[in-house]
């Protein structure tokens, strides 16, 4: 880490490259599976994680990249960072060497520093309790192959499985409510038929009253 008041080095690494080497940095030591570029209703995770020694997705974690100090001091003094604190357990910076300090690193979250092709913590994050989202599970785990552990937890065939598994679920859910969908349309179309039914017993009925209401197209009811 730099002296204070000294300029901070250039890390030559790019923001793509940090993302690449942390996902399989995650999913290679922890026994987690993780995702890059992972979309939420109000934000995007650089690279988003979850717990899957347990046969199901647990514990997200969402780190976030900076390979420039500016692009770090942009997501501080915005508060952007705060948006990943709701979907995540725990949250980290994961930085270029040399770029931040760690009393630059907001209380909540933590700091991961690749520096000299490893990624070492430098401080650890607080941890909240935060659920994996269905809408994480339909959006995402069916689109998306993650990075996954090397002989460690689920197995890739044991992940295909499982994705076609919900594949298989959600094809049957979107041919019930297309059948929903249809019936309901049906039962409009039926009703519509019996408000025109009684329209018409309402009309002939009014003729016999007053045979002077009579009229053609009423005759031709009476006929039928």
Sequence with gaps: MSEPGA?????PATHDHLQARLARHIAGQNKRAAWQEISFSDCRADVFSVDISR???TDPHIHEVKATRSDFLSDINTGKWRKYLAHSAQFNFATAAGICARDEIPDEAGWLEYDAGVWRRRKRCQKRDVEVGDDFLIKVALYRMPHMPVGRAWTEDQWVTHLERKKVISHK????????SLVEARLERLKAECCEVEARIHKLRAAETHPSYLT???FEEMMK
């Design 173 to 180: 859910v979107a041919a019930i409510l297309r059948e929903q």
């Design 216 to 218: 053609a197209d009423l």
């Design 55 to 57: 046969g199901r997705f």
């Design 7 to 11: 300029p901070l080095r250039a890390d």
